[in-house]
């Protein structure tokens, strides 16, 4: 007689039970402690604030509150969003030109210590000069074009943590496996694109998110040297001219949506960050316990 090993209980409606419905999982997730914690945070502060000007009556030259910051923040809109988009493209051109260059210089200091020696104490001159101090002579140097001059500062704010990062990263990489591959053969590039990229994908992706909001920096500091006014001018402008106006509220309303901008930059390259090593690397791997 032949006997059958018992089958295990089919899911019900053909869907696994380890699966759940997407809306869960967001849900899951909006309703998590790391969500949740800073959120109660924030709106405590906020209550705190409002409660603060309201009893002291705290005049909104000085410190508005933050009801009146977000009624001043919807009156205002037609005029400081556009001023936040121009801020937005010099930060993402400048962002863009930084990974990619910083990269490439990364990969080019790995290549040779002669040259990694060479350069890399330029790197750190250049990122240790302050930005506030070289911004006017850039922008003297692209007088007919001033959105390039404010990329080239931004630029010059966000290139050195992918250039430090990413140059530690590569040269992080297992020695034993390196002299695995040496031993199979494999030449200086194979070597550089199977192991020493992976292997320095974790700080590459670190000196992203802190570049992404250095690249902001430097672009609103670009902007307030530049003080460019019209239908070109940035966030750093309307911020400007709200304060020399004593538009107290205007000028928190739009510090609110740079501290926005900042936000958002700083969450999605983390998600960016997690979803390209979630898989594999033990900062963002998932753990039962």
């Not at 037609?78 to 801020?87: G, H, V």
């Not at 070597?191 to 994908?201: F, G, H, Q």
């Not at 898989?279 to 753990?287: N, V």
Request: proline share 7%; hydrophobic share 50%.
């Amino acid at each position: 007689m032949k006997l059958e090993s018992p089958k295990p209980p089919s899911p019900q409606n053909g869907r696994s039970p380890a699966a759940s419905p997407p809306i869960l999982s967001l849900f899951k997730k909006i309703t998590s402690p790391d969500v949740i914690a800073p959120v109660g945070v924030g709106i405590c502060v906020l209550l705190i604030w409002e409660t603060v000007v309201q009893v002291m009556q705290i005049p909104a030259y000085l410190l508005p509150g933050p009801f009146l910051v977000l009624q001043t923040l919807i009156a205002e809109w037609p005029q400081l969003f556009p001023s936040l988009l121009i801020t937005l493209q010099i930060t993402v051109v400048a962002f863009i030109a930084a990974v990619i260059s910083g990269l490439f210089i990364a990969v080019l200091f790995t290549q040779s210590k002669w040259i990694e020696r060479s350069l890399f104490p330029y790197a750190v001159v250049l990122q240790t000069t302050p930005i506030v101090a070289i911004a006017p002579i850039i922008i003297i140097w692209f007088k007919n074009n001033t959105f390039a001059a404010l990329v080239v500062c931004a630029w010059i704010v966000a290139f050195f943590p992918i250039v430090s990062n990413t140059t530690l990263g590569l040269n992080s990489a297992d020695h034993s496996l390196q002299n695995l591959f040496e031993l199979y053969g494999a030449n200086r590039w194979q070597t550089l694109w199977y192991l020493r990229l992976p292997s320095a994908m974790p700080y590459f992706l670190g000196g992203l998110r802190i570049s992404g909001g250095l690249a902001l920096i430097g672009a609103v500091v670009a902007e307030f040297v530049a003080g460019t006014g019209g239908a070109r001018s940035g966030i750093a402008y309307q911020i400007l001219m709200s304060s020399y106006n004593l538009q107290i509220p205007r000028m928190f309303a739009a510090l609110l949506l740079t501290t926005g901008l900042g936000i958002i930059t700083f969450v999605g390259l983390t998600l960016l960050s997690d979803s390209l090593l979630s898989h594999w690397h033990e900062s963002a791997t998932s753990r039962e316990n």
